[in-house]
C-alpha cells in the first residue's frame, strides 16, 4: 500500500523559514512534487524533482524554495525560505513514475494528506 507522509509545516513570519518533509512508504517513484492549496483557491504546483534530482518550479517560489530528495530514506524535502503571507497554504507532496516535467495535479498518482503553513505578516 502507497502512502505519503507530509510533516513540517506550522507557523512562521514572513521572511522566514519551513522545512517540509514527505516520507513515501510502499514504492519508490521516480517523481515527487509538491503542490499547495489556499483557501477558497485551486491546488497549484510548487515544484517537482527527478530520479535524477532534476528540479523545476513554479514562478512564484523560484529562489526562495527548494526540493530534495533522499533515495535511502525514500523522502522529499520542500526548503522554504524568504516565507511571504502568499505562501499560506496547505502544502501537499504528490508522487508519479512521469518522466516529463507535470505540473498538473491530474499527472500526479498518489498524494499525501497535507500539511499547513501559515506565514503572518
Known amino acids: 500500500q502507497v502512502q505519503l507522509v507530509e510533516s513540517g509545516g506550522g507557523l512562521v513570519q514572513a521572511g522566514g523559514s519551513l522545512r517540509l518533509s514527505c516520507a513515501a512508504s510502499g514504492r519508490t517513484f521516480y517523481r515527487m512534487g509538491w503542490f499547495r492549496q489556499a483557501p477558497g483557491m485551486e491546488r497549484e504546483f510548487v515544484g517537482t524533482i527527478s530520479g535524477s534530482d532534476r528540479t523545476y518550479y513554479a514562478d512564484s517560489v523560484k529562489g526562495r524554495f527548494t526540493i530534495s530528495r533522499d533515495n535511502a530514506k525514500n523522502t522529499v524535502n520542500l526548503q522554504m525560505n524568504r516565507l511571504k503571507p502568499e505562501d499560506t497554504a496547505v502544502y501537499y507532496c504528490?508522487?508519479?513514475?512521469?518522466?516529463?516535467?507535470?505540473?498538473?495535479?491530474?499527472?500526479?498518482?498518489?498524494w499525501g494528506q497535507g500539511t499547513q503553513v501559515t506565514v503572518s505578516s
Open positions: 504528490a508522487a508519479s513514475n512521469s518522466i516529463v516535467v507535470y505540473t498538473a495535479t491530474s499527472r500526479y498518482d498518489y
